[in-house]
Every structure is written in C-alpha cells, then in structure tokens.
C-alpha cells in the first residue's frame, strides 16, 4: 500500500482529519493514538539528522559518524548536564539540543508539527506537510508492546540473554544481519522543551536510508499519512497556530523561544 496523502487548507481542517471518526468503543473519547511530524518539503523523505549529515544529494554519506558524535557529545557536555545520564538519555539529549543522530523527532500534537511545518511562512517555494504515523501498527509488525517504550525498556526489550546490556553503542556495531526494527521511544522529561512539546522519538535499525523507504521495505507506508499543505495556505496556517497560541515563546519557554518569536512574528 502507498503512502495515504492529503490536502489541508486551514488548521481546522488539519485537527478534523487528525480526529478518528468515531469516538473509542472503550473510553467513548476521540483521541488520535498517531504521532506527528513537520517538515518543510512535502516531497523530502524523512531523514534524521544523522542521515542529513553530510548533506543529502545523497544522504547517509557519514552515518558511520554516529558513534564519535555520540561519544564527543558526552564529552564535551558533561558541564552543562546536572545529573548523570544513562546512554539511552544521552542519546536522547543529544537528538534533543541538535547533534546528529539516528533518532528522528515526532510529536503527539498535530499541532506541534504544523509550527515546524511553517516556522517560516515567506518565500515559500514548496508545499509543506505534516506526517502522521501509526506507530502502534509499526509495533505490531515488530512484535513490540502497544505502548510507547521508556528509555529503561530497551534494554529490557533487546538485551537477549542479559549478559551484555544493549546500549547505543551496541545498536552503532549491530552486524548488518541483525533483525530489522522500529520503535517509539518516549523520553524522559530532561527539560521544559521537550514537555512543552509533547516530544517523542522513533528509533530504526537502519541508518541507511530514510524511515518512509524503511517502512515502505516491510510493506509499512499505510502506517504513515501525509498532510499536504498548499503553498498559498502556508500564511494562513501560520497565522492560525499563532492565534491558538502555539509558537516559538510556548514551545521554547525560555528566552530563546521568547526571542525567537519576536524575530518570526515582527520579520
């Protein structure tokens, strides 16, 4: 099955289509149980970080960079991290202020992704989209639980016999027969931002090609939707998430959020 694609034209639209139809035969209430990610290029596939590294005509070009980053990121950032972390949380933390990894972001909020979506709405050149992914089908398919796994689950989840625990650092030398995966990662609260903005992670086995090609490999794309937003309506939706209050200053609450929002809304 192909990847479902849709076109939104107002915020509205967006949350109608996001809402399941019909309330949840259990606790009567509409709640998407999908994950959320924007991005600035509807036709970009979904690369991580870790795959953009290098650039990406073509990308994957320095994944095998991902242990040396992982590890001078731990080096250098020990100053700056109040409690010591476990190397699932660094991984996490690393992802989260910026370093190139494996982990590509995603949020339970529609919302959420439609302000990354359109954080800049001047000068628009292509649609942008919001991606949904079913991610308790994907955890269906690779035997995992239908819940969101913990940073301490993984271990739990992938440690085989428990003579060596499975840490990063075993994911990075996995030989290249080692089963394929997929998984939501659910971190921990390590700061404001990432509660503010309701953050999840996914984590692949594969880093060499992007997640859509991924899941589209083990017969997957139905668990992914694309929400296309049309050039002319990007304004317009920005304009929306800014009215219902899902900015820079809310998603960033510190002072770099507040200065960034200044600099959008008054550029």
């Not at 594969?206 to 090609?213: G, L």
Request: aromatic share 10%.
């Amino acid at each position: 099955m192909a990847i479902r694609e849709i076109i939104v034209h107002t915020l509205g639209e967006l949350l109608d289509r996001c809402t399941p139809a019909e309330p949840d035969p259990v606790t009567g209430r509409r709640r998407d149980t999908g994950v959320y990610r924007g991005a600035f290029d509807a036709a970009r596939p979904l690369l991580t970080s870790l795959d953009r590294l290098g650039g990406v005509d073509p990308p994957h070009t320095k994944a095998g960079l991902e242990a040396p980053v992982l590890r001078n990121f731990r080096r250098y950032s020990r100053p700056y991290v109040a409690t010591t972390l476990s190397d699932w949380e660094l991984l996490v933390a690393a992802q989260h202020h910026g370093a190139p990894t494996r982990l590509l972001d995603w949020s339970y909020s529609p919302l959420v992704a439609a302000h990354f979506a359109t954080q800049s709405a001047r000068g628009d050149r292509a649609p942008r989209a919001v991606w949904r992914l079913d991610w308790q089908r994907v955890h269906a398919a690779f035997g995992f639980p239908g819940v969101a796994l913990l940073t301490e689950d993984l271990e739990r989840l992938f440690g085989g016999d428990g003579s060596e625990p499975f840490t990063p650092w075993r994911l990075f030398d996995a030989p290249s027969d080692a089963p394929d995966f997929a998984c939501l990662v659910e971190p921990p609260s390590l700061d404001a931002r990432i509660t503010a903005q309701s953050a999840a992670f996914t984590l692949c086995s594969d880093k060499t090609r992007p997640f859509d090609a991924f899941l589209a490999a083990h017969d997957l794309d139905d668990a992914l939707t694309r929400f296309v937003i049309p050039v002319a309506e990007t304004p317009r939706i920005r304009d929306q998430l800014d009215l219902v209050g899902f900015d820079e200053r809310h998603l960033f609450p510190d002072l770099d959020g507040v200065a960034a929002m200044l600099q959008r809304y008054y550029g």
